[in-house]
């Protein structure tokens, strides 16, 4: 239940953030004659402690992709992820040279990247939009 209390409050936390689109990621247009809308909803995830108690509610807005039409929506699709053999190679060669290895993890880089098509979505329940 305390989860449930918490994602109610989590909810009305993040929604002046989403409605003054204030990280750049989308912004409000007047919708083009014809465009295909695509859907989008509220996904909060609970994170929890080692010892299995809440530690913090995430809320994220993600699109619903079975509502985007190939061609128009999107084209191919793309993740820049290494292939295990070359991950495997290139660990060989630095035990073998003796060389150190850092690993980066780059948060919410995704947030930033550079979308080729426009894409234009339904604001999710809660997020104040003009009308129109």
Known sequence: MIIHRGIIALHHDVMPS????????????????????????????????????????????????????????????????????????FLAIVAMEDLECHQVDMNNAFIKSFLKEEIYMAAPPGVKVAPG
């Open 18 to 89: 989403y409605n003054r689109s204030s990280n750049g990621t989308w912004k409000e247009v007047v919708l083009p004659k014809g465009a295909n809308i695509v859907t989008s909803k509220w996904v909060f995830k609970p994170k929890l402690q080692t010892d299995g108690k809440l530690d913090k509610l995430k809320a994220r807005i993600v699109t619903r992709g079975f509502s985007q039409m190939h061609g128009i929506n999107y084209e191919d699709t793309f993740a820049p992820t290494i292939k295990y053999d070359t991950l495997r190679a």
